[in-house]
Nanobody, 117 residues
Framework: VQLVESGGGLVQAGESLTLSCTAS????????AGWYRQAPGKQRELVAT?????NYADSVKGRFTISRDNTKKTAYLQVNSLKPEDTAVYYC??????????????WGQGTQVTVSS
């Protein structure tokens, strides 16, 4: 299952973006989704995950919201009140099963979010 990410961009501090991650293929079922980010010179870090419940890194709590829509085969990350330290490449990860019930665990290609002060 391939994932296509979109929604990144260059914004000013305080602004918002909606990141999307859509799975291709025949009616994949999404069991869980996660968003990660990697800033230059830093390790990739977990931002948010959702399966039954949503969980967030402390640095984004109250500003970011993760969601998923199985009918659209898409996971979202709403990012509000952006700060320059949120600048990074954001990657999505989806786990689920395809129409034959075969499990998949796929990563998106990454989308750049740049926040200017």
């Amino acid at each position: 299952v391939q994932l296509v990410e979109s929604g990144g961009g260059l914004v000013q501090a305080g602004e918002s973006l909606t990141l999307s991650c859509t799975a291709s293929g025949f009616t994949p079922r999404i069991n869980s989704a996660g968003w990660y980010r990697q800033a230059p010179g830093k390790q990739r870090e977990l931002v948010a995950t959702i399966s039954e419940d949503a969980n967030y890194a402390d640095s984004v709590k109250g500003r970011f919201t993760i969601s998923r829509d199985n009918t659209k085969k898409t996971a979202y990350l709403q990012v509000n009140s952006l700060k320059p330290e949120d600048t990074a490449v954001y990657y999505c990860n989806l786990e689920g099963s395809d129409f034959l019930g075969r499990p998949f665990n796929s990563w998106g290609q990454g989308t750049q979010v740049t926040v200017s002060s």
